[in-house]
């Protein structure tokens, strides 16, 4: 579902992802782990096509996103950190909002829309105006919007931000039915503890470059140490980062 090649971004003189080839088959739940300025929100964003990578490829489903932009965008649904709702709808209009600009038609829009209040329970507050919204109800919402289309790829980045335990469980039950029934999910987290206890795969990104790629126990394997996966996270970041600044030092 997800095919990166020799992806490299650069922003003038800085460069935010080096070199980066990612493969994610369907239905797959990817967690992408890094710490702050790792380059990840730079991959989500070719990923979703907001920016074009300055070498390499990046595919959605075999569509190029640069040359075949529309049709990688019609499979995928974005969740972001920042929940975005434009404030004078109600929620059951910013639904049919998002039914509307992926051309569904009425009638299954409107099953989907009812599937979607009922499994994220927003009836209490889906007619009232979005502008009301606790980050929580507003989390909520945008995610029911996110699978109105029924995605092939969901890319949520830091999904649990501002939910109780309740609804945190409750998601985490609903992406790995998602991930079974064949949509394909790629995690963006810094809660380390959730990526353990649901990706079939984990990818380490730091300073741009992707330092480990694999399951749980692969990881284990490639840090030599058999701890959790923040353990297995700051050894394989700490190791890169001394690598860093022995290769700048030397002469």
Do not use: W
Not at 104 to 109: I, L, V
Request: aromatic share 6%.
């Amino acid at each position: 579902m997800i095919s990166i090649e020799s992806v490299t971004k650069r922003y003038g003189a800085k460069v935010a992802v080096e070199n980066l080839s990612l493969h994610i088959p369907a239905g797959e739940l990817f967690a992408f782990l890094g710490p702050n300025g790792a380059g990840k929100t730079t991959t989500i964003k070719m990923l979703c096509g907001l920016l074009f990578p300055t070498a390499g490829t990046v595919r959605i489903g075999g569509f190029d996103v640069r040359t075949e932009g529309d049709h990688a965008r019609a499979l995928i649904s974005y969740v972001p950190d920042q929940p975005f709702l434009y404030e004078k709808l109600t929620g059951r209009e910013f639904l049919r909002f998002t039914a509307d600009l992926y051309a569904m038609p009425p009638d299954k829009a409107a099953r989907k829309i009812d599937e979607v209040i009922e499994l994220f329970h927003l009836d209490e507050f889906v007619d009232d105006l979005t502008e009301r919204y606790s980050h929580g109800m507003r989390q909520r919402t945008v995610f029911a919007a996110a699978l109105v289309h029924e995605p092939q790829l969901l890319i949520a980045d830091e999904p649990t931000v501002g939910l109780d335990p309740k609804s945190i469980r409750e998601l985490k039950i609903l992406l790995r039915r998602l991930a079974s029934e064949g949509m394909t999910i790629f995690l963006s987290t810094h809660t380390l503890d959730i990526a353990q206890e649901l990706a079939d795969r984990i990818g380490i990104l730091d300073r741009g470059r992707l330092l480990g790629c694999g399951t749980l126990a692969e990881l284990r394997q490639q840090a030599a140490i058999d701890g959790n996966l923040e353990d297995l996270f700051l050894k394989i970041t700490e190791e890169a980062a001394a690598e860093a600044v022995a290769s700048n030092a030397s002469p």
